[in-house]
């Protein structure tokens, strides 16, 4: 595991793999937070990419 601050609230965090650090990183509570307040996949608007 790795430790990371949560982008969402900026306490101390432990993932298991190694973060992209060009993406954002969240908790266990920011990322459910998170997961829970996305749209449903069928609702969100989805681009084809060639």
Known sequence: ???VLCSGCGQAAR???DP???RP???A???AER???RRPRQE???T???
Request: net charge positive; with cysteine.
């Open 15 to 17: 993932v298991p793999f």
């Open 1 to 3: 595991p790795t430790t």
């Open 35 to 37: 997961r829970s307040s």
């Open 25 to 27: 990183v969240y908790c």
């Open 48 to 50: 084809a990419v060639r």
């Open 29 to 31: 509570s920011c990322f």
């Open 20 to 22: 992209d650090p060009s």
């Open 44 to 46: 969100r608007e989805v």
